[in-house]
């Protein structure tokens, strides 16, 4: 039945379409093993923390602590050699007892607990943005208008690789024009309620149209749009979408896309060359590390540190999936 072996070696081909036949019209691309392995491969043996890069995330506010703790190891997690937390100082202590490889950076704060734009006076920020790598900015940050003002500032004059998510984001609704990545790199991760409000549009509009509200807004506005939720989306500026496989309902609780926000920030630390693989990456594995959790809590039970926990074996997944689909049976 199986024909007659022969002498010498035998090889497993792939006996589906070529890759080079396989082309979508519509500019998407789906996310596969394949396209994160280059980035996650082994590290050369004389290795040190600053081949890795340095991750600068700036969040965090009274009642908001976590959302930067959990973006700061999640960039440690994801393979960043260092990172630190810029916060208000009243929850600096939260933020530094939240592990202890995570860095932290007191700023100035409101009475309320937030970021004070006293901040950005007498070169306060560009001290602090010196060395770094990649920023992550808008975790827990909050909306008092003076945290408003200093994301703006920030967002609009830094020229080092930046990821804007959460309500740093939202201190663009109804000034996305001032939101532009032109001549540098800029990376937002909105959710839906986020994404309206940034295109001046309703949720049910982004819901009913994801690829060209995310492709559109990439486009206009010279940036990467990681457009969250079921089937992720990631949308360049030159019009072509990444869509992501990966990830549960189980993540569908508070706190995952500040692990989400830390996770491109960590990946683009090491890889500041490759910002689009680092994020097309960083989704991936968000998801499938959410998707390894579940195995263990379940949807029902899966908090957004778990996702942290899972992602050694998300990486070992992703791994062992590219070395299966090189291998060769010997005869």
């Known amino acids: 039945i199986f024909g007659i072996l022969t002498d010498g070696p035998t090889h497993i081909s792939p006996i589906g379409s070529p890759d080079e036949a396989i082309v979508s019209s519509l500019q998407l ?10 980035l996650i491969g082994p590290r050369p043996l004389a290795s040190n923390k600053g081949n890795f890069g340095h991750v600068l995330v700036i969040g965090g506010s009274v009642g908001k602590a976590g959302a930067a703790a959990m973006a700061g190891m999640a960039a440690l997690r994801t393979g960043a050699g260092l990172s630190t937390v810029a916060t208000p100082k009243s929850v600096l202590a939260t933020v530094a007892g939240f592990h202890p490889e995570v860095m932290t950076e007191p700023l100035d704060e ?27 900015v808008g975790p827990g940050i909050s909306r ?43 990376v ?45 989306l990631i949308a360049q ?49 968000h998801g499938l590390a959410g998707d390894v959790a579940r195995e263990s809590m379940g949807e029902h039970s899966l908090v957004a540190t778990d996702l942290i926990n899972a992602l050694p074996e998300a990486f070992r997944q992703v791994r062992k999936s590219v070395a299966s689909s090189k291998v060769e049976i010997l005869g």
Request: aromatic share 2%.
């Open 237 to 285: 500026s030159d019009g072509t979408v990444w869509v992501n496989a990966t990830g549960n309902p189980g993540m569908a609780t508070g706190g995952t896309g500040d692990i989400l926000t830390g996770m491109v920030a960590g990946l683009i630390a090491p890889n500041p060359e490759h910002i689009l693989e680092a994020v097309i990456a960083a989704v991936h594995l």
């Open 144 to 186: 008092h208008p003076e945290a408003v003002d200093f994301v703006r500032s920030v967002v609009v004059n830094c020229k080092t690789p930046l990821v804007l998510d959460a309500d740093g984001l939202n201190a663009f609704e109804g000034r996305a024009s001032e939101l532009n990545g032109k001549g540098r790199s800029l």
């Open 188 to 232: 937002i991760t909105p959710h839906p309620g986020e994404m309206a409000r940034l295109a001046g549009s309703t949720v049910a509009a982004v819901q009913r149209d994801r690829i060209n509200v995310g492709r559109t807004f990439a486009r206009e506005h010279e940036l990467i749009v990681v457009l969250k939720g079921h089937r992720t």
């Open 29 to 38: 691309n789906l996310i596969t093993a394949r396209e994160i392995a280059p």
């Open 110 to 136: 409101t009475d309320a607990g937030s970021i004070s734009t006293r901040n950005l006076a007498g070169g306060r920020m560009d001290a602090l943005i010196k060395g770094k790598t990649v920023l992550a």
